[in-house]
């Protein structure tokens, strides 16, 4: 059982380039979501999708975009890089996006921005 | 939005009690409190989570006083291999407005 997987593990990347950050998911959970962390700010939502073909803005959206296809891929493009995005970007699952939900992370992708 | 606050960092030694208290002073009627654990590397892992009173699990427990304005939690006999950042999480029953504190930086001295 994989869980969540994340591609690229880490990226470097110039400034104004197109990037996606793939985001895997085997459990069949309805909710993901798209966080990043950054030294001493800890984790903060960029983007979430309660279910297939919805998604919503977290605290931090500017810059990103997401889709929600299919139940199992939860893709995050920035349109264009820009250094303030250098961080780890984490993926989350969890089974119904409700509060009482346990979120399971993937490993995380490392980006760096020049 | 809920917003909590932790210490940024304690150190322990093995064998002892790990007390950490999160400050969430304007959490809602409906938000639950959950903590996890991050080690170097990996991505947040689920600890325990709570409502009101006390919970406690294989691995920790969670107290939160009758006002919900914070809580603590507690990890017993610590060993090395507790060495982490331990985050507090206020959720929203309304949706997924999440918010994670800043962390606290536990280190387990031998």
């Known amino acids: 059982i994989a869980g969540i997987t994340q591609a690229p593990t880490s990226q470097i990347l110039a400034a104004g380039r197109r990037m996606t950050l793939r985001c895997t998911q085997d459990?069949?959970?309805?909710?993901m979501y798209w966080y990043r962390q950054d030294l001493g700010l800890g984790l903060r939502l960029i983007h979430y999708?309660?279910?297939?073909?919805?998604?919503g803005k977290g605290e931090v959206p500017d810059g990103y975009s997401v889709s929600r296809a299919n139940t199992d891929d939860f893709p995050l493009t920035l349109a264009s890089a820009v250094p303030s995005q250098t961080s780890v970007y984490f993926c989350?699952?969890?089974?119904?996006?409700?509060?009482?939900?346990?979120?399971?992370f993937g490993p995380g992708t490392r980006l760096t921005v020049l | 939005l809920a917003k909590t606050t932790q210490p940024i960092s304690m150190d322990s030694y093995e064998g002892q009690e790990v007390n950490i208290t999160c400050s969430h002073n304007?959490?809602?009627?409906?938000?639950?409190i959950t903590w996890y654990q991050q080690f170097p590397s990996q991505g947040p892992r689920f600890i325990i989570q709570?409502?009101?009173t006390k919970v406690t699990n294989e691995v920790a427990s969670l107290f939160i006083p009758a006002d919900r304005k914070s809580s603590t939690l507690s990890l017993p006999r610590v060993s090395l291999s507790d060495t982490a950042v331990y985050y507090c999480?206020?959720?929203?029953?309304?949706?997924?407005?999440?918010?994670f504190g800043g962390g606290t930086r536990v280190l387990v001295k031998p």
């Open positions: 989350a699952s969890s089974h119904t996006g409700g509060p009482t939900d346990t979120q399971y």
């Open positions: 459990m069949r959970h309805n909710a």
């Open positions: 999708s309660n279910t297939a073909g919805t998604t």
């Open positions: 304007n959490i809602a009627t409906n938000d639950y």
């Open positions: 709570g409502y009101k």
């Open positions: 999480l206020v959720t929203q029953a309304a949706g997924n407005k999440l918010t």
